[in-house]
T-cell receptor, first 112, second 120 residues
Framework: AQSVTQLGSHVSVSEGALVLLRCNYSSSVPPYLFWYVQYPNQGLQLLLKYTSAATLVKGINGFEAEFKKSETSFHLTKPSAHMSDAAEYFCAVSRNTDKLIFGTGTRLQVFP | EAGVTQSPTHLIKTRGQQATLRCSPISGHTSVYWYQQALGLGLQFLLWYDEGEERNRGNFPPRFSGRQFPNYSSELNVNALELEDSALYLC???????????????????FGPGTRLTVL
């Protein structure tokens, strides 16, 4: 069975600081991993995805994530937070065309 | 290129009524997924349709049902509405690239803005 755990339901950073959102997965087969962002009252937007190619994945808006099999992790990072990054972030796992299994989400707050 | 569209944006119903939510996928996408985002319960998979067939179903009662039309658009129907059905219902679409034999394909899902269902 596949599952995703996001550590920390809320993360607060200052503008310009490093953003680190944690995601650990559990999967019996090599997973496909995704990070999505949700702004208030909107749907989900794909930030990046891991598909077993490069372990360091670059996404939109300056975000990137590193797949670490030994740690079963896929943490999301951004070197310098911007006010516009304030949103809820979801890590998800899937197999092929199957459903996405989401973590519980992490709400990112960015302070000036 | 138009994204996934959903209608209506908001829907208010009373307990016991039926709700119908609609989704139009991105052009060329044959798979449609429905998710429920309820307060405190996170994002839960509801249904997956592909090529007009229901392919997978989440852990929801039978009063949650749907269908996919020949143009790949989809409807989600919720019968006998209960208060706890109040949620944001998200639709997503993806390509269903079967790829070559033995190879795995990645089908990222693109989400619509959602329908906010409120049950009073």
């Amino acid at each position: 069975a596949q599952s995703v755990t996001q550590l920390g339901s809320h993360v607060s950073v200052s503008e310009g600081a490093l953003v680190l959102l944690r995601c650990n997965y559990s999967s019996s087969v090599p997973p496909y991993l995704f990070w999505y962002v949700q702004y208030p009252n909107q749907g989900l937007q794909l930030l990046l995805k891991y598909t077993s190619a490069a372990t360091l994945v670059k996404g939109i808006n300056g975000f990137e994530a590193e797949f670490k099999k030994s740690e079963t992790s896929f943490h999301l990072t951004k070197p310098s937070a911007h006010m516009s990054d304030a949103a809820e972030y979801f890590c998800a796992v899937s197999r092929n065309t199957d459903k996405l299994i989401f973590g519980t989400g992490t709400r990112l707050q960015v302070f000036p | 290129e138009a994204g996934v569209t959903q209608s209506p944006t908001h829907l208010i119903k009373t307990r016991g009524q039926q709700a119908t939510l609609r989704c139009s996928p991105i052009s060329g996408h044959t798979s449609v997924y429905w998710y429920q985002q309820a307060l405190g319960l996170g994002l839960q998979f509801l249904l997956w349709y592909d090529e007009g067939e229901e392919r997978n179903r989440g852990n929801f009662p039978p009063r949650f049902s749907g269908r996919q039309f020949p143009n790949y658009s989809s409807e989600l129907n919720v019968n006998a509405l209960e208060l706890e059905d109040s949620a944001l219902y998200l639709c997503a679409s993806s390509l269903n690239d079967r790829g070559r034999r033995g190879t795995r394909t990645v089908n990222e899902q693109f989400f619509g803005p959602g329908t906010r269902l409120t049950v009073l």
